[in-house]
Every structure is written in C-alpha cells, then in structure tokens.
C-alpha cells in the first residue's frame, strides 16, 4: 500500500471505526434491543471481510453435531434475490438462498437449511418448522447483534491474524477488533501442517485472549487431484491462496483465474472461462463455485473437464475438548 492510499483510507476506516464503536454501545446500553431465543445458537464468523474458511467450519460442526443432536443452519444468505425467510430445498438456488447456504444443503439433505436476514426470526420460524431441533448454526451472525448468541465462535486465518489487521478500506477487518474478546472460542484457520507446539504459543501470545476463551487451531484438507493433466484453477472466493498453493505443489503449471468473492458470472466471465479452459486439460472449482458456475452454463458446457475440489476442516489438536465445550453448552440449554 503507498503513502497515498494511505492517506485516503485511513479517513474513511477512522470513519468506519467511528460508526461500529456508536453501535455496539448502543446496543451494550440497551438501547438498541438484542433478542433471545429458546435455543441453543452456535455462532461460527469472522471480523474480515471473508477468506477465514467460514463455510468449512460450519460443515464440521455439522458432521459432528449432527452425529448427536438435531441440527439446522441459519444463515442470511448473501447475495440473494429473494426477501425473508427461506428454507432450502432441493430445488433451490443461488438466487433464492446464496453459494454457501446452497453448498451446505446439498452436502446435508437431512439437515434444515434456512436463510434469513432477521435471525431471532429465522431462529423462531425453524423451530416452528422442526420442533424437535436442539441446536442451531448461525453462519456468519458475529456482527448481527440483534439477536443474543448462545455460544460464539470466532474464526481468524493464520496468514491473516486478527490482531495484525485494520479496518476496511486500510485492511480487511469489517468489525473492531477488541469485538474479538466478546466471543467464546477462537479457532485459527488454515494452519500449516507443519505448525509446531511453539508456533501455536507465539500465536495465543499475539492475540491476548481473554482468561475464558478457548483457542484451537484448524488446517484445511483438499480432496485428492487427478494424477495428470494440466488444470486452470476458476474461482470467486475470498482468498484462493490456500487452494491455489495445494494445486501447485503437484502442478505447477496450474494458472488461476480469480473473480471476486460471491461473484455473479456474466457472459463475459463465461467467454474468458471458455477462452482460457481450452488451454488446459481440466479446470478445477470449489463447491462454493459450483452453483454459480451452473446457473450461467458453464459447468454443463464443460461437462467431465469441471472438477470441484471438495474441502474439510481438521483441527490440530484437542478436538474432543472443543466437542466436549459443544455438548456441555449444548446439554446446559434444552
């Protein structure tokens, strides 16, 4: 970033940060009200704009809640057409749900997937829908206060400490960064595999966590790659560092074409897609991608040359204490 940029941004995120602190103390004051619901509410999000590996962990806490409980996701569903309250179903699409709700409803068909962007309302319509719920997901709830959390989980990416950001448009924080105190577990994200015990200490030195909160480290694992072939990488994610860094450690010829995060394919995408696809074997995606790749034709017109690279969350260590935190609270509420 050069000094100009700086000088520029810095006004605006001072402005930014100026705004969330008068928010969050009115609703610290009451005077904006947060509403409960009689359910217990994991909230999995993030203070960055995106890029922590969000969607995968809240896949993770469904594959081990669910084994257990009776599980839904609640989630706004960003960038969709639609108003209200939604419950996927196997019809739905991007435009009735958003990428990431869509992904999760497809990889979960029993599970309820709702989106909604009142949540307390969202919450109270699920359990009138599925009165033997337990526990609902909120996806990516942190910064929607209106609602009070039960439990919060706050994801930060390794690369990308919290601590070490700044607010929009200097960084990529969209919250405050003392908001990180308020939640209950804080999970570092896309860990390397080599992280070594002394790697994990200097991170928890960093982030000066509150005496009750639990701090846990998780690494990504990416489905297999075809053994030959040359791939073109397409994606709309936050951050394809990490999957581009997978691709290439067995390919690396593999070449990125990046569009921004939950974007909305145009023809134009389409032709470039096309374009460059013809130089290459294969192209890979992400599930995120898929529906969006769909709904403009392009994974039909690509056929078995579009390959999704299905990815899943592994923490580190002390898996069963967090499972164990889950369940208490869990076990506390209903």
């Known amino acids: 970033m050069n000094i100009f940029h700086s000088i520029v941004c810095s006004p605006i995120s001072a ?31 993030n203070l960055a704009l995106g890029g922590t590996g969000k969607t995968p962990h809240v896949e993770y806490l469904i594959r081990q809640l669910s084994k257990h409980y009776r599980v839904a996701v609640l989630s706004r569903g960003y960038g969709r057409k639609s108003r209200g309250f939604v419950l996927a179903t196997p019809e739905s699409t991007v435009a009735q749900i958003g990428d990431e709700p869509l992904q999760i409803a497809r990889k979960f068909p029993s599970i309820p997937v709702a989106v909604c962007k009142n949540r307390a309302q969202g919450v109270h319509k699920l359990q009138q829908l599925f009165p033997d719920l337990q526990v ?19 994801l930060s990416a390794y690369d990308n400490l919290y601590v070490n950001d700044s607010l929009w448009p200097l960084g990529t924080l969209r919250d405050l960064r003392y908001r990180a105190h308020k939640t ?17 200490r200097v991170v928890e030195t960093r982030l000066h966590k509150a005496a009750f909160q639990q701090l846990y480290f998780s ?43 939950h974007h909305i394919f145009t023809q134009r995408d389409v032709n470039r897609i096309f374009a460059a ?28 040359k579009l390959q999704v690279v299905p990815i899943e969350v592994q923490l580190i260590q002390d898996e069963d204490q967090l499972i164990k935190k889950l369940s208490e609270y869990i076990s506390k509420i209903c």
């Not at 610290?28 to 509403?35: E, G, K, N, T, V």
């Not at 609902?136 to 706050?154: E, K, N, Y």
């Open 15 to 45: 402005i930014i940060g100026l705004v969330l602190h008068i928010r969050h103390q009115l609703y610290d004051a009451h005077i904006l009200r947060s509403f409960s619901v009689n359910i217990p509410t994991i909230c999995v999000g």
């Open 136 to 154: 609902v997901i909120l996806d990516d709830a942190i910064q929607h206060r209106s609602i009070r959390c039960g439990l919060t989980i706050l």
């Open 184 to 200: 209950n577990i804080i999970i570092i994200t896309k860990c390397p595999d080599t992280m070594l015990p002394i790697d994990r």
């Open 219 to 261: 690494s990504l694992k990416y489905a297999p790659l075809p053994e030959e072939g040359t791939p073109l990488i397409v994606t709309g994610i936050a951050n394809p560092k990490p999957l581009v860094d997978y691709v290439q450690l067995s390919k690396p010829k593999a070449e990125l074409l990046a569009f921004p995060d």
């Open 277 to 304: 696809a013809e130089h290459y074997d294969y192209v890979l995606t992400t599930e995120k991608d898929l529906p969006r790749l769909e709904q403009v034709g392009v994974a039909e017109a690509l056929g078995d």
